[in-house]
């Protein structure tokens, strides 16, 4: 079974900056699509980053331009970058990876991020 660890997160003033990470043991990141969600209490979990196992990243309009996930194979981990942090973007953060254009709901344990204004 897939089993994905996120890093832990922390708390920033808004303005600042986190990195993330997401490793695993049991499969090669570089052989799937690994995406970055985010569940804000009350809110519905949603993703905000994809890398897929090409290469290309995709991004959520409301972190376009502030995150960047990228990823080490040689270290076998997957990374969210996220500068000028708001308020807003206070969630636990999950990782999680797609197979055949199907997310495996693999989550993580999350980590929680907390932006203070």
């Known amino acids: 079974q897939v089993q994905l660890v996120e890093s832990e997160g922390g708390l920033v003033q808004a303005g600042g900056s986190l990195r993330l990470s997401c490793a695993t043991s049991?499969?090669?990141?570089?052989?799937?699509?690994v995406g970055w969600y985010r569940q804000a209490p009350g809110k519905q979990r949603e993703l905000v980053a994809t890398?897929?196992?090409?290469?290309?990243?995709n991004y959520e309009d409301s972190v376009k331009g502030r995150f960047t996930v990228s990823r080490d194979n040689a270290k076998n981990t997957v990374y969210l970058q996220m500068n000028s942090l708001k308020p807003e973007d206070t969630a636990i953060y999950y990782c999680?990876?797609?197979?055949?254009?199907?997310?495996?709901?693999?989550w993580g344990q999350g980590t929680q991020v907390t932006v203070s204004s």
């Open positions: 999680d990876v797609a197979a055949n254009g199907r997310w495996l709901n693999v």
């Open positions: 049991r499969i090669v990141f570089s052989n799937y699509d």
């Open positions: 890398i897929r196992s090409g290469g290309t990243t």
